[in-house]
Every structure is written in structure tokens, then in C-alpha cells.
């Protein structure tokens, strides 16, 4: 069996006014991630760690901030046909591991939605999906809540 591991990161700006999504849910809150798309770091996060580990470059790469028909997309779609990219290149997914960093508002309570939502979106088990939080101690533009930081490790498998 062959696996690999893929690593993203993401940043996006947050904004008084915005719909916030975050793991494929609309989280309420004040303020909302700025993006081409719905800005959804998380899922950001998972595509670029996920199309790293497939060697298949990054999610600009594949769904550039230049093109008008990813204007406002649902970042659920375009998780979907990052999967379907990896699955055609002969991988599974073995497990994903995630952190979001953000002050507010608490991410722990929507957890549970996130994996649920992002687990159908994959098709995968929710027991392979693992976020967590943190904020970052008040520091730096996410603890000042001017941005959305999110990191995940992915391990993808081939038989």
C-alpha cells in the first residue's frame, strides 16, 4: 500500500456584515470571511491539503480567483470535485486532521456539524475528520479578529 500526507493553510480577512461559513456550515456571528468564493478556510485548508498529497498542485490552480464562475461558490462543491480528482488518481482518504485559529465566536459547538457536513461531502466517516480550535492568545491579526487562519494534515492511501 502506498500513502502520502498533504499539508495546507489558509488565511482570509473577516469583515463586519458577512456570512461567516466555516467547514461547509453558516456559523453566526458578526463578521464573515472575504473571499472569491464563500471563503470557507477550512474547506480551503482541506482541498489544497488533499490536491498536495495527490500531487496535483493547489485549489488556485484548479479554481482560480480570476475565473467569474467560482465567484461566490460554495466551497462544498468544490471539496467534492477535489475528491473526485484525488479518487481518480487511484487514492483514498485515509483521515484528516484540522485546527482552526480564530477568537471568536467559539468553533466547539459547531464541531460536530462541521464533521457531519464534511464527511458527507467526502464520503468518508466522520471518525476520519478530526478539527479543532484555538485561538491565538489575543496575537497577531487573528487574535486582533481581523482574519481566519486554518491548518489540516491529510494522509490519502493507495492500494
Known amino acids: ?8 493553510y489558509d488565511v482570509h480577512r473577516l469583515e463586519e456584515g458577512k456570512e461567516f461559513w466555516l467547514g461547509g456550515i453558516l456559523v453566526p456571528h458578526t463578521h464573515g470571511a472575504v473571499g472569491h468564493s464563500d471563503a470557507d478556510v477550512l ?11 495527490a500531487n496535483l498542485r493547489d485549489i488556485g490552480f484548479h479554481f482560480s480567483d480570476k475565473d467569474p464562475k467560482y465567484k461566490g461558490i460554495d466551497s462544498k462543491i468544490l471539496l467534492s470535485d ?14 484528516i ?6 477568537e471568536r465566536p467559539k468553533v466547539n459547538p459547531h464541531i460536530p456539524t462541521m464533521k ?6 467526502m464520503g468518508i466517516d466522520e ?7 484555538t485561538t491565538t492568545e489575543r496575537l497577531g491579526f487573528v487574535g486582533k479578529e481581523e482574519g481566519v487562519a486554518a491548518y489540516a494534515t491529510v494522509l490519502i492511501q493507495k492500494a
Not at 127 to 133: L, N, Q, R, T, Y
Open 127 to 133: 471518525e476520519d475528520i478530526s478539527i479543532k480550535a
Open 1 to 8: 500500500m502506498k500513502i502520502r500526507v498533504g499539508f495546507g
Open 116 to 121: 457531519t457536513c464534511l464527511a458527507e461531502v
Open 43 to 53: 474547506i480551503h485548508v482541506i482541498c489544497d491539503a488533499l490536491l498536495g498529497a
Open 97 to 102: 486532521d484540522s485546527t482552526i485559529c480564530l
Open 82 to 95: 477535489v475528491v473526485k480528482l484525488v479518487h481518480d488518481k487511484g487514492f483514498s482518504i485515509g483521515n
